[in-house]
């Protein structure tokens, strides 16, 4: 799938590529009614899963049932907002992004609770984005013996729903070692930061060669 993400002045979530990337678009003139502009009709051209990842204030800026309304007519499949609470999402939003057909996708932590971590589980639509970390996104050397550990925990609990794994799966060993403990891994600032590299070669020619390298 495709991870499109919706830049904000403060990106809590996110480490230093994806800040950069950020302060870049918003200074480009980045920002929510653009984004549709430039994604209406890719339903003519891609056919493979789109979600939106981003911060709530700029939704609510742009109003919540406006934002999934037009998600629903770009063809806009699910919608990742890291700091949407759980409750707040039930009692206020929810009804807004099913009408619109939309997948919320929520994050769990290697701190959530059990209990937590079910409720979240039984309310996030598409998959659970598992983050491997309790840190910000961004690449890492390796996958650690405690997350591994966490990765295996959350298998165990049989939740119900597909898990990807997420920040800091940046290299082709750590997406293979993600996807043997979930249904998959989601690489981001990796990826930005290849697109970023000045080697002279084309965009297409950027991903080609990161998708490569990952899928080794």
């Known amino acids: 799938m495709i991870e499109l993400g919706m830049p904000f002045s403060d990106p809590l979530a996110d480490g230093e590529v994806i800040q950069k990337s950020s ?70 939003y929810r009804h807004f992004v099913e009408e619109a057909g939309l997948k919320l996708i929520m994050l769990i932590t290697p701190q959530t609770r059990e209990e937590r971590i079910r409720m979240i589980a039984g309310a996030s639509g598409g998959f659970l984005y598992m983050v491997a970390d309790s840190s910000t ?25 597909p898990r990807l794994i997420g920040f800091g799966i940046s290299n082709s060993a750590t997406f293979k070692l993600a996807c043997k403990h979930a249904n998959g891994a989601i690489i981001g600032s990796a990826f930005l930061k290849a697109l970023g590299d000045e080697n002279g070669k084309t965009l297409e020619e950027k991903v080609k060669d990161f998708m490569s390298a990952i899928l080794d």
């Open 23 to 92: 302060h870049a678009a918003l200074v480009n003139g980045m920002n929510i009614n653009l984004l549709f502009e430039q994604i209406a009709g890719i339903r003519q051209e891609v056919s493979i899963p789109i979600v939106l990842m981003g911060y709530l204030n700029p939704v609510l800026q742009f109003g919540f049932e406006n934002f999934t309304r037009k998600c629903r007519e770009a063809g806009v499949d699910g919608l990742i907002l890291p700091d949407l609470p759980l409750k707040i999402y039930q009692e206020q």
């Open 137 to 161: 996104t961004g690449a890492r050397e390796g996958i650690r013996d405690i997350q591994l550990e966490y990765f295996s925990r959350i298998g165990k609990m049989k939740l119900g729903i």
